[in-house]
Nanobody
Framework: VQLVESGGGLVQAGGSLRLSCAAS????????IGWFRQAPGKEREAVSC????????YYADSVKGRFTISSENAKNTVYLQMNSLKPEDTAVYYC???????????????WGQGTLVTVSS
């Protein structure tokens, strides 16, 4: 059972990146996949979440209108398209899986290893 993130990197402010979260070892359609991020010296925070069974999505206010979450169930993969990136989006981004979307990272047990996103000004 694992989640593997990819797609992080260095981008200038205003640029875009697409993160991927590939899942294996569990029934993908039964789970919600969330993206969280943790900046240096800050707590981990929820960014977005999608219910892979019905496509319901959730976004933090700070990323609404800029980030889009989607799932490709045939590939057991969830994507986070990040546009109009800002320096304050710099963080390690993690995906996590559970039966439901939770904004509190303490409720989730299955996590990926994280991918670093750095936005330069």
């Amino acid at each position: 059972v694992q989640l593997v993130e990819s797609g992080g990197g260095l981008v200038q402010a205003g640029g875009s990146l697409r993160l991927s979260c590939a899942a294996s070892g569990f029934t993908f359609d039964d789970y919600a996949i969330g993206w969280f991020r943790q900046a240096p010296g800050k707590e981990r925070e929820a960014v977005s979440c999608i219910s892979t069974s019905d496509g319901t999505t959730y976004y933090a206010d700070s990323v609404k209108g800029r980030f889009t979450i989607s799932s490709e169930n045939a590939k057991n993969t969830v994507y986070l398209q990040m546009n109009s990136l800002k320096p304050e989006d710099t963080a390690v981004y993690y995906c996590a899986a559970d039966r439901y979307c939770y904004s509190n990272p303490g409720y989730l047990e299955l996590w990926g290893q994280g991918t670093l996103v750095t936005v330069s000004s």
